[in-house]
T-cell receptor, first 113, second 119 residues
């Protein structure tokens, strides 16, 4: 049972435009969410996170939005750059003292120059 | 030093071999993790060590045996693996090893992984 889902396996966006990556979850106990970026032959790199007490968190070109009632989060990248081409995973955790992250299936983002 | 290192990068082993994967971090992190990632799938948690003690074992078969000799080092000992165990094995570390009331989830920092092939 996939508790964190990324329904778009791939996404292509023109350089300079906005990239929007989506993530849905089913476990209502999840209260902290993270986005990771992964290049081939490298481990995932942490990008940005959000706690369930917030609905938005921004860091430079990256903004994460959380809609708790819809159990949905999204990552906005603006403007998109060629170096943003990678696989993006969303991840979630539940409860205090819980170190377990549950990852989504990933979305491959391709930025077209 | 702000990275997690893993050795070897690639490993090919037979089903009767015994081998070990090694992970190291010098960021003073108190939690370390092993994940397994199959092609086109998300990373799946295997083990968590918090303050050098095993805190989570996600029902991993005994042919995988983790070891945490000290707070900077994490090993994964492999014995009698099956071809379906072929995957990318990722190590991660995080600062606190779990969160308390009012704290955010620890951010996990990943190494580059070891690509394991079992023949």
């Amino acid at each position: 049972d996939q508790q964190v889902k990324q329904n778009s396996p791939s996404l292509s966006v023109q350089e300079g435009r906005i990239s929007i990556l989506n993530c849905d979850y089913t476990n209502s106990m999840f209260d902290y969410f993270l986005w990771y970026k992964k290049y081939p032959a490298e481990g995932p790199t942490f990008l940005i996170s959000i706690s369930s007490i917030k609905d938005k968190n921004e860091d430079g070109r990256f903004t994460v939005f959380l809609n708790k009632s819809a159990k949905h989060l999204s990552l906005h990248i603006v403007p998109s750059q060629p170096g943003d081409s990678a696989v993006y995973f969303c991840a979630a955790s539940e409860g205090f003292g819980n170190e377990k992250l549950t990852f989504g299936t990933g979305t491959r983002l391709t930025i077209i120059p | 030093d702000t990275e997690v290192t893993q050795t070897p990068k690639h490993l090919v082993m037979g089903m009767t071999n015994k081998k070990s994967l090694k992970c190291e971090q010098h960021m003073g992190h108190r939690a370390m993790y092993w994940y397994k990632q199959k092609a086109k799938k998300p990373p799946e948690l295997m083990f968590v060590y918090s303050y050098e003690k095993l805190s989570i074992n996600e029902s991993v078969p005994s042919r995988f045996s983790p070891e945490c000799p000290n707070s900077s080092l994490l090993n994964l000992h492999l014995h009698a693996l099956q071809p379906e165990d072929s995957a990318l094995y990722l190590c991660a570390s995080s600062p606190r090893g779990g969160r308390g009331v009012g704290q955010s989830t620890d951010t996990q920092y990943f190494g580059p992984g070891t690509r394991l092939t079992v023949l």
